[in-house]
């Protein structure tokens, strides 16, 4: 049973518009979540993430919010580039001592048009 | 910057045979992690390891063992390939915050 969702496995956005990427988790002991961006035959870079006492993190032109109460998060991107086509992942992560372990969602493929 | 390396970027094994992928990280992170990426599935996590000898089991662990006897070696230990192993794997290093990952290894078991 997946813990980290992306229902979404593709999403198609014009160059210059915002790209909106959705991720659920069904764990309650997640206090840490992260998001990723992974180009075929690379591993995933790290992109931006966000702590559960936080709402929102901004890194420019990513923006991470989360609704603890919705169990959900989402990743914008403003404005989208065509070099941000790539497989975002969503992360999520509980920060025990000794069980810092993170599970990742399925991955959404953003294309961005020119 | 840190960096995690893994031992190979292509691999081709047969079936049955015992296969061995490494993982160094040079930035003294506590926590490793060994994920497959399959498509469709997105990264799921085989096992991780907190600190030196210790690990724990991720979702599908079946198949697999690995092995953390210094701090910057994760190995891990395909015990006896099968096709259903042919997979993308990946592993990654952690303090605190964010992972850092290697480039992925391309095992195929023929």
């Known amino acids: 049973d997946q813990q980290v969702k992306q229902n979404s496995p593709s999403l198609s956005v014009q160059e210059g518009r915002i790209s909106i990427l959705n991720c659920d988790y069904t764990?309650?002991?997640?206090?840490?979540f992260l998001w990723y961006k992974k180009y075929p035959a690379e591993g995933p870079t790290f992109l931006i993430s966000?702590?559960?006492?936080?709402d929102k993190n901004e890194d420019g032109r990513f923006t991470v919010f989360l609704n603890k109460s919705a169990k959900h998060l989402s990743l914008h991107i403003v404005p989208s580039q065509p070099g941000d086509s790539a497989v975002y992942f969503c992360?999520?992560?509980?920060?025990?001592?000794?069980?810092?372990?993170?599970?990742f969602g399925a991955g959404t493929r953003l294309t961005v048009k020119p | 910057d840190v960096k995690v390396t893994q031992s190979s970027r292509y691999l081709v094994k047969r079936t049955g045979e015992k296969v061995f992928l490494e993982c160094v990280q040079d930035m003294d992170h506590e926590n490793m992690f060994w994920y497959r990426q399959d498509p469709g599935l997105g990264l799921r996590l085989i096992y991780f390891?907190?600190?030196?000898?210790?690990?724990e089991k991720g979702d599908i662990p079946e198949g697999y063992s690995v092995s953390r006897e210094k701090k910057e070696r994760f190995s891990l230990i395909l015990e006896s390939a099968s096709t259903n192993q042919t997979s993308m794997y990946l592993c990654?290093?952690?303090?605190?915050?964010?992972?850092?990952f290697g480039q992925g290894t391309r095992l195929t078991v023929v």
């Open positions: 764990n309650s002991m997640f206090d840490y």
């Open positions: 992360a999520a992560s509980p920060t025990f001592i000794n069980n810092n372990d993170m599970r």
């Open positions: 966000i702590s559960s006492i936080k």
């Open positions: 390891s907190y600190d030196v000898k210790m690990k």
């Open positions: 990654a290093s952690r303090a605190a915050t964010e992972a850092f």
